[in-house]
Each structure stands twice: as C-alpha cells, then as structure tokens.
C-alpha cells in the first residue's frame, strides 16, 4: 500500500488562499453596498411618482378653478351679470318691484288601497315580529 505523507504547506500557498478569501470577502461587501444603492434609488422614484401624481392632480384643481373663476369675472363684468348677483346675495329688488308666492293647491286624490291577497294575510299572521 501507498503511503501518504503530510505535506507541508508554504508560506505562498497561505498567501494565495489568503488573498482569494479577501477578494470574496471584498466582492460580497461590494454587491452589498451596491443592492443597498438600488433599493434606495428604487425608494426615491416611487416617493417621486407618487409627488408628481399628488402635484398633476393639484394643478388639475387649480385650472378647474381658475376657469370657475374667470366665469364668474365674465359674469360680473357686464351690468346685468353685477345685477344678478347682488339681488341674488342681498335679496334687492328694484322699486316697483315685488314678491309673487306660488301657492299650489294640494291633491285630493287618494290611492286607492288594494285588499291584501290570502298568501300576505297568511304571511302576516305568522311573522308577528
């Protein structure tokens, strides 16, 4: 049978494996660092998209607004625009002028009430509740 000797290991070969395991070492802390960047980048553009989705619909309600607002400057810039909204907020009228109520007459007319059938009388007495 063969026999096997201890080798011996030299001070190279420890450098080498020694240098191999800090660039492992070295690879894995930069992959690390480099997920870590893209998931803070990934962080930032959803916070951005969701800003930009808030401003688009803001600026959507100041335009709305904006537009409401120069109706009612057209409104107000011609005199029976002006005349409008004043009898309308203060409740003016002119002299001469006066108040008409409109008083409907109430209606008489009554449903007539249809005689319930069997099936809804029998329904009736059995759910008292």
Do not use: C, H
């Not at 894995?28 to 997920?35: L, Y």
């Not at 800003?51 to 107000?76: H, P």
């Not at 109430?106 to 009430?113: G, P, Q, R």
């Amino acid at each position: 049978m063969r026999e096997f000797k201890k080798r011996r290991v030299s001070g190279m070969e420890v450098l080498k494996i020694s240098a191999g395991v800090a660039g492992i070492v070295a690879l894995a802390g930069v992959a690390f660092i480099a997920s870590r960047a893209a998931w803070g980048m990934y962080g930032k553009f959803a916070e951005a998209a969701t800003a930009r989705a808030s401003a688009d619909t803001q600026l959507q309600d100041l335009r709305e607004r904006r537009q409401k607002i120069d109706v009612d400057v057209q409104a107000l810039s011609s005199e029976r625009g002006l005349e409008a909204q004043v009898r309308e907020r203060y409740g003016m009228a002119r002299p001469g002028e006066g108040e008409i109520n409109i008083v409907r007459q109430a209606t008489t007319s009554e449903v007539l009430k249809q005689d319930p059938g069997i099936l809804k009388k029998l329904w009736q007495m059995l759910t008292v509740w």
